[in-house]
Every structure is written in C-alpha cells, then in structure tokens.
C-alpha cells in the first residue's frame, strides 16, 4: 500500500511528494512530468498544499492503489504501468499520458478503462 500522506500542523493529512519520490523510488521530475505538474509545485510545501496538486496526487494515489491487485500489490509496478505502459484502448497512450492530456476527463476515462478491466473486459 502506498503511504504517502503527511501529518499537516492542524491534524489534517495531504499527498506529500517527497514520500511519493522515496516510496516509488523516482525523482520529482519524473512525477512532476507524469501527474502533469510543473515540478516546482512539488518542491515546496506551501505549492503542493494546493487543491490542483493535492487533487491531481490524490487521483493518481486512487489510480495506484486500484490497480495495484494486477501487480501483486507492488506499489512500484502499479506506478511503472500508470506512467508508461501503452494502454491499445488509449491509441496506446500510457495512463499519464491520458491524464496529461486530457485532465479530467482522461482521468474519467482511466478509471472506466480500469472497470471494464475489472470485470473481464480488455483482455
């Protein structure tokens, strides 16, 4: 399971980017590329406190954490098939690419995509 949440001062929780870099052994660019995020909005605290980062972290952490039964639960291959694996329903677009590009649709799409998969479709 992905553990990538911060004890904020006031008690409340947020996605943290450097326990996203640690835990899926990357760096900030590469998730600031694959989330769609300007990297500097992953650099500092009071940047990725924000409702865009912490929105788009906390879909992909939902993405994540739902596929990660195809890979055993391994956090790391669930995060290596979002940001490079060429989905054919997608003109063979990774899932990053799809939430790139596509914002919050692609995201809609993603997550339909998954549920055919779920239930037996896209074999």
Same mark, same amino acid.
């Given at each position: 399971m992905l553990s990538t949440f911060s004890q904020m001062p006031d008690g409340s929780e947020i996605e943290?980017?450097?326990?996203?870099?640690e835990q899926l052994h990357t760096n900030m660019e590469t998730l600031a590329f694959s989330a769609g995020l300007p990297e500097t909005s992953l650099k500092r605290t009071d940047r990725f406190q924000s409702i865009k980062v912490q929105s788009r972290l906390q879909d992909i952490h939902a993405i994540i954490e739902r596929i990660s039964p195809w890979f055993d639960y391994s956090k790391e291959r669930s995060w290596l098939w979002f940001r490079s694996t060429p989905?054919? *329903?997608?003109?063979?677009?990774? *899932?990053?690419?799809?939430?790139?590009?596509?914002?919050?649709?692609?995201?809609? *799409?993603i997550n339909d995509y998954i549920g055919m998969k779920e239930a037996g479709g896209f074999e």
């Open positions: 943290d980017p450097r326990k996203w870099v989905i054919p *329903a997608f003109d063979n677009k990774s *899932a990053s690419e799809v939430l790139r590009e596509f914002g919050s649709q692609g995201l809609i *799409a």
